[in-house]
């Protein structure tokens, strides 16, 4: 018996198709499989936190994704209904830990609005400054912690670096290096240590003197070019249909800014200076480099408002208050620009000293619901790598 002969015996006892024999492609194509579902989570040190995927897979193919959230939820819009206005912002820093500045910035925006109080000018400068500060500490940890989960471990001591260095003058304004607890309704807790805007500045040239380095180690690395370009294209369809906003949304060439588009704070005055960076392709590549990019141009903004400021009198950073803060009957919503994208805050009062309702829309929340319709047909290694591009924190999700 020939060879050729025991091996189409072997085959067909096997019951692979017959057609193998007869030039078939012998890929598996024709073979009957069955799906198979895998849980990603919720412990899994690939996401972010305590988030869980429940996958569906076609061998290593993905055919559907399903987020399951809530592992993390405390339940922080029903606290707000019984802390009054100065207590819920303890609360409201805390849901994105990477941005606890603009996270308190969107509540004392809404009571102010609702009071109607006018913020005095150095502590609206003082703010937009502060906020871009955060924006930074925000993006330079993805840009650490997004290439270790594709194998780098280099690029996250330079990003924690470059953070330190933020961190230390913030540490040294607020007194604390997470949750700052530096706003109040009406302005700022206090005014600066003295030579603070000083050193700030030596901070901010310090770390865009040395931002190159992140920059050549990752952009140019042909492992990680492998891994991002062309992986997870998001479309301006989905980005709109998920209400997907930030640093995600402009990566797939979507123009939109709160700072430009609906200037607040003192976003207004440095029109000149903002410059908001989108790149078309949408894919994982494009979400990180506009993530480096938004860097620069915070870093731009960070030394404009420090100039200002610098040039700007003594004055007051807040404004007095009474000692029961009640807020008036009504409601309003406010949003900002986070470092994550839109943060939206709709706020009812019916008069007393405690909220009636405060409605958080958290950017995490809608950029992670785009993850069923944006996995589907990619491979699993493929789905650590737009997991982690879509820069979400677990806490903002859930709330």
């Known amino acids: ?28 194509s024709q073979l009957p499989t069955t799906d198979m579902v895998l849980n990603i989570g919720p412990q899994h040190p690939a996401t972010h936190g305590v988030l869980r995927l429940r996958l569906t897979l076609d061998g290593e193919r993905i055919a559907g994704c399903e987020p399951i959230v809530g592992y993390m939820h405390r ?4 606290l707000f209904e019984v802390r009054d206005y100065r207590q819920i912002i303890v609360l409201a820093n805390r849901h994105d830990w990477l941005s606890a500045f603009a996270n308190e910035l969107g509540v004392v925006i809404a009571v102010e609005r609702m009071m109607g109080l006018e913020v005095p000018v150095r502590a609206v400068w003082l703010r937009t400054l502060l906020a871009e500060l955060n924006r930074v500490l925000n993006h330079l940890m993805f840009l650490g912690s997004y290439p270790l989960e594709l194998g780098a471990i280099t690029p996250v001591f330079y990003a924690f670096r470059e953070r330190e260095t933020i961190q230390g003058v913030l540490e040294e304004l607020s007194g604390g290096r997470m949750h700052y607890m530096f706003n109040r309704v009406g302005g700022l807790k206090e005014d600066l240590p003295h030579g603070w805007l000083g050193r700030t500045a030596a901070a901010s040239a310090a770390v865009r003197k040395r931002l190159p380095d992140i920059e050549n180690l990752i952009l140019g690395n042909e492992i990680f070019r492998a891994r991002t370009v062309g992986v997870g294209k998001l479309s301006p369809e989905l980005v709109a249909q998920y209400g997907v906003s930030g640093p995600i949304a402009r990566a797939s060439g979507v123009d939109a800014d709160l700072r430009r588009d609906e200037p ?40 404009a408002c420090l100039d200002k400021l610098s040039s700007m ?44 309702r405060l409605k958080l829309r958290s950017a995490s929340f809608n950029n992670i619901s785009a993850l069923p319709a944006l996995l589907p ?7 650590i790598a737009i997991l982690g591009s879509m820069f979400f924190v677990v806490g903002d999700i859930d709330k």
């Open 1 to 28: 018996m020939s060879i050729e002969k025991v091996v189409g015996v072997g085959a067909g006892a096997a019951g692979f198709d017959p057609a193998f024999e007869r030039g078939g492609t012998g890929d598996g």
């Open 75 to 78: 339940g922080a819009e029903k």
């Open 264 to 303: 607040y704070l003192a976003y207004g005055d440095l029109q000149d200076v903002l410059r908001v960076v989108t790149r078309p392709d949408g894919d994982c590549f494009a979400r990180f480099w506009v993530l480096l990019e938004q860097v620069k141009v915070s870093l731009d903004l960070v030394d």
């Open 313 to 356: 009198p003594a004055g007051p950073v807040n404004v007095r208050l009474p000692k029961i803060l009640k807020v008036p009957e009504g409601q309003t919503y406010a949003w900002t620009e986070s470092p994550l994208g839109i943060n939206g805050y709709y706020l009812v009062s019916r008069g007393d000293k405690t909220p009636w």
């Open 377 to 383: 047909g990619t491979m699993i290694p493929d789905m």
